[in-house]
């Protein structure tokens, strides 16, 4: 055995990004990915740290890894990892903050522009020898002069801004943790409560993490609150939203159209009511899948995981779960 620290991914990753990861890491280190089942516990009984993208980081998992450290997440959300049993076995866990933030603002611009010109339509009309050049004019809008409502002002939401800001757009912005002055500085955006920033959203986009306080933000009631004729983005996570009453409101023409990268259960069952609306646009939570993000994710994850094997923490911003 040629390595002395044992990293072990959760999730099946491709060949490539397997490789990726392994060329950015020291000497002394090795990683081992799963598959499609259940992760080895062989591989467990030796693993010293846990890369989770996708998959859930349950009790179980992290029990049965007794020389467990750290349980580093590819990404910012955390949603799927047991904070408890963390907290319990004295193992730390840690994001990779900041590192998707371009890939899923840029993602968020594309579903902007794909409901407001319906690009899906205008696509698949051609290919099915359709020539659509005058028949969704009516109902099709630019960014230019629109209202823009962020819900969630960290890195990603400031990112949305600023590219928005570039289209001529008017942008409120909601958090319950104001974001500090310095990051701010430099956008034009207005700070608002929630029920004021519903009524002046032209687009409403969400960026805030999944926890028990935002599970189910946007309401039925809260969805009824946007002005008619708006849109909704969500490139975040899909418990955030009541997809039954996105589905009523936009099936009723309450809401003009909605642009989603992800949902409460994914993948999605072919069925999901949200698939059949013509005035959705769907990918599959894809919004922090660039080359770029995942070198920068790849990097910071061996950088948390070295700076904990040699004594340390993982850099300060992106711990959820500290030392104990």
């Known amino acids: 055995m ?15 990004l397997v490789a990726m990861f392994r060329a950015q890491l020291p000497p002394g280190f090795h990683i081992e990915f799963a598959g499609d089942g259940p992760v080895p516990a062989e591989l467990l009984a030796e693993a010293e740290f846990i890369v989770a993208n996708w998959q859930a980081v349950p009790r179980r998992i992290i029990e049965a890894a007794p020389r467990l450290r750290l349980i580093q997440k590819i990404g910012v959300g955390y949603d799927k990892i047991d904070l408890d049993a963390a907290r319990e076995r004295g193992v730390m866990v840690a994001i990779a903050g ?4 371009v890939a899923v603002a840029e993602l968020t611009i594309l579903l902007m522009l794909a409901v407001c010109r319906h690009l899906v339509q205008l696509d698949q009309g051609l290919r099915r020898g359709q020539w659509l050049k005058w028949a969704l004019r ?27 800001a570039a289209f001529g757009m008017r942008i409120g912005y909601y958090d319950p943790v104001p974001p500090p002055p310095e ?10 409560d929630l029920d004021r920033l519903l009524e002046f959203a032209d ?16 309401s039925r009631e809260r969805l009824e609150r946007l002005r008619p004729g708006a849109i909704l983005i969500n490139a975040a996570r899909g ?4 997809e039954q009453a996105l589905y009523d409101l936009l099936k009723s ?47 910071r994850a061996v950088e948390n995981i ?12 992106d711990i959820i779960v500290p030392a104990p």
């Open 2 to 16: 040629s390595w002395t620290h044992l990293i072990v991914g959760v999730d099946p990753w491709p060949p490539e």
């Open 98 to 101: 900041g590192t998707n933030a």
């Open 138 to 164: 009516h109902k099709s809008y630019e960014l230019s002069g629109k209202n823009l409502g962020v819900v969630g002002f960290g890195r990603i939401g400031r990112e949305v801004a600023r590219r928005a």
């Open 183 to 192: 990051a701010v500085q430099g956008l034009d955006a207005m700070p608002m």
């Open 203 to 218: 687009i409403l986009t969400l960026h805030v993490p999944l926890t028990p306080e935002t599970r189910g933000l946007m």
């Open 239 to 242: 418990g955030l939203v009541d």
């Open 253 to 299: 023409g309450h809401l003009a159209g909605a642009g989603l990268d992800v949902f409460a259960e994914e993948p999605p069952k072919p069925d999901h009511p949200l698939l059949s609306l013509d005035n959705v646009v769907v990918t599959p939570h894809a919004g922090g899948g660039t080359r770029e993000t995942m070198e920068r994710m790849i990097r």
């Open 306 to 317: 070295t700076r904990v094997a040699a004594g340390g923490a993982p850099h300060p911003g």
